[in-house]
């Protein structure tokens, strides 16, 4: 099978991205691995795929698969690129999109100077849902590690599991080691991303995500908003965050309680190619 993609990336954090409405395509668990091989495929941290909705109000599905094959609830610096790409590709010609999600429906608003705005939806910390396994929901929770002894980190949903750890160095956090041990954790029973945050001020955070399935990237939207999130939960942040990222700068705001949360950020496009899978 020949496939047509196109590569694009949201601050650093890459997507191979398929239509999948204009040709047919079906991919397995090994093909997908096979298409995010930075050795022997395209390379990226996560697969996009573009179908047709099957739910009414939405104009498109919108389909995650992270870097080891398996297929995620959200990803919101994908998310922008999904919008740029249908709207560039005359798919639609709508500024303001829907998509269902495996992690519910998803507002997407292209902006005039080509950034995009992503409506990720209202934070969820009851911990069945994250899932976590805790009794009740807190604001942190004390983790006993194999490696690293207890850490003190906050639990939510963003329509995908996050853990955010609050530290003093986000350079000199051992993202991978701490967050490979957080990912796997029982208390975890679906695994879950694991973001290292540094407060600068109110407004400012630096951010390091391990996710799951893909490691340490470059950038991570929902991941960015879990931050921002807990920050603002903490009292340490106002609504209004910018969020610096290894592959850039993206923008959180969140009123708090009941509100969604809205993700702002850049959409590049790298390169476009066919590959026999």
Same mark, same amino acid.
Request: charged share 25%; net charge negative; glycine share 12%.
């Given at each position: 099978?020949?496939?047509?993609?196109?590569?694009?990336?949201?601050?650093?954090?890459? #997507?191979?991205?398929?239509?999948?409405?204009?040709? %047919?395509?079906?991919?397995?668990?090994?093909?997908?691995?096979?298409?995010?091989?930075?050795?022997?495929?395209?390379?990226?941290?996560?697969?996009?795929?573009?179908?047709?909705?099957?739910?009414?109000?939405?104009? #498109?599905?919108?389909?995650?698969?992270?870097?080891? @094959?398996?297929?995620?609830?959200?990803?919101?610096?994908?998310?922008?690129?999904?919008?740029?790409?249908?709207?560039?590709?005359?798919? $639609?010609?709508?500024?303001?999109?829907?998509?269902?999600?495996?992690? @519910?429906?998803?507002?997407?608003?292209?902006?005039?100077?080509?950034?995009?705005?992503?409506?990720?939806?209202?934070?969820? #910390?009851?911990?069945?849902?994250? %899932? #976590?396994?805790? &009794?009740?929901?807190?604001?942190?929770?004390?983790?006993?590690?194999?490696?690293? @002894?207890?850490?003190?980190? =906050?639990?939510?949903?963003?329509?995908?599991?996050?853990?955010?750890?609050?530290?003093?160095?986000?350079?000199?956090?051992?993202?991978?080691?701490?967050?490979?041990?957080?990912?796997?954790?029982?208390?975890? %029973?679906? !695994?879950?991303?694991?973001?290292?945050?540094?407060? *600068?001020?109110?407004?400012?955070?630096?951010? +390091?995500?391990?996710? +799951?399935?893909?490691?340490?990237?470059?950038?991570? @939207? =929902?991941?960015?908003?879990?931050?921002?999130?807990?920050?603002?939960?903490?009292?340490?942040?106002?609504?209004?965050?910018? *969020?610096?990222?290894?592959? !850039? $700068? *993206?923008?959180?705001?969140?009123?708090?309680?009941?509100? %969604? *949360?809205?993700?702002?950020? &850049?959409?590049?496009?790298?390169?476009?190619?066919?590959?026999?899978?």
């Amino acid at each position: 099978m020949e496939l047509q993609f196109t590569k694009m990336h949201g601050t650093g954090n890459d #997507f191979v991205v398929i239509d999948a409405v204009s040709q %047919p395509v079906s991919l397995t668990p090994d093909q997908l691995r096979r298409l995010a091989d930075r050795h022997l495929g395209v390379g990226c941290d996560q697969v996009l795929m573009i179908e047709r909705p099957s739910q009414a109000g939405a104009d #498109f599905r919108y389909r995650i698969f992270n870097a080891d @094959g398996g297929e995620v609830e959200q990803c919101g610096n994908g998310a922008r690129c999904f919008a740029r790409f249908v709207h560039d590709r005359g798919l $639609t010609t709508k500024d303001d999109i829907r998509v269902q999600t495996l992690g @519910g429906a998803v507002g997407l608003c292209i902006l005039p100077d080509g950034r995009v705005t992503v409506d990720m939806g209202v934070p969820r #910390f009851d911990p069945a849902v994250v %899932p #976590f396994q805790a &009794p009740a929901a807190a604001p942190t929770y004390e983790l006993q590690t194999r490696d690293h @002894g207890p850490v003190r980190l =906050s639990v939510l949903s963003m329509g995908n599991p996050h853990a955010v750890l609050v530290v003093d160095d986000v350079a000199s956090a051992p993202v991978a080691a701490l967050g490979t041990e957080i990912g796997g954790h029982p208390r975890f %029973p679906q !695994g879950v991303n694991v973001g290292f945050m540094q407060v *600068v001020d109110r407004d400012r955070i630096k951010l +390091r995500v391990w996710e +799951r399935g893909a490691g340490e990237t470059l950038a991570c @939207g =929902s991941g960015a908003c879990a931050a921002a999130v807990t920050g603002r939960r903490l009292d340490r942040l106002d609504e209004q965050v910018a *969020v610096e990222l290894p592959g !850039g $700068t *993206v923008t959180i705001q969140w009123e708090g309680d009941d509100r %969604p *949360v809205r993700l702002t950020g &850049p959409v590049a496009y790298v390169f476009e190619g066919r590959i026999e899978l």
